[in-house]
């Protein structure tokens, strides 16, 4: 399997996601498209490359078994260009979903875009950070105009 390809595709569905998420209009079938067709397509992805990698479907080349249990199996599982590939489509999928949640929740708060974009961004640059951002942010500001639910 070529995995560079797949990395490459994951990283651009990702993307585009992405940019449809903090550009575009947030219409409920653009939603519903960066949901299901964005974080279902890299779920799937993910998946289907860790079971094979599991059940040794997907060679685990220059890596060990798949061993979650020790620091030295999961850098094994790491330590070759399928494991690598599904453990960032695994970060792509959550932090797209994550997305997905700030843009509803900032939506469903009337708080701005212009807030709300930078966090996004955040989110899709270091994923945790641009979550803890949003908590810190998001029940201040919905206080303040009066939106908190």
């Known amino acids: 399997m070529d995995w560079a390809f797949v ?16 550009l575009l209009p947030r219409w409920p079938a653009l939603l519903s498209a960066v949901l299901y067709l964005g974080v279902g397509l890299l779920c799937l992805i993910y998946a289907t490359g860790l079971i094979g990698l599991l059940t040794g479907l997907i060679p685990n080349d220059g890596g060990g078994g798949a061993d ?3 620091i030295a199996g999961v850098r094994s599982i790491f330590g070759s260009d399928a494991g690598v590939t599904i453990g960032w489509t695994h970060y792509l999928a959550f932090d797209l979903f994550v997305g997905v949640w700030i843009a509803r929740d900032g939506d469903a708060k009337n708080i701005s875009r212009l807030i709300q974009a930078p966090v996004l961004l955040a989110t899709f640059m270091a994923g945790p950070l641009g979550l803890l951002v ?3 942010l998001r029940e201040p500001i919905a206080r303040r105009q ?3 639910r």
Do not use: D, K, P
């Open 134 to 136: 949003w908590l810190g």
């Open 7 to 22: 990395f490459s595709a994951v990283n651009l569905l990702a993307l585009i996601a992405w940019v449809a998420l903090i």
């Open 68 to 70: 979650f249990t020790t």
């Open 146 to 148: 009066g939106r908190f």
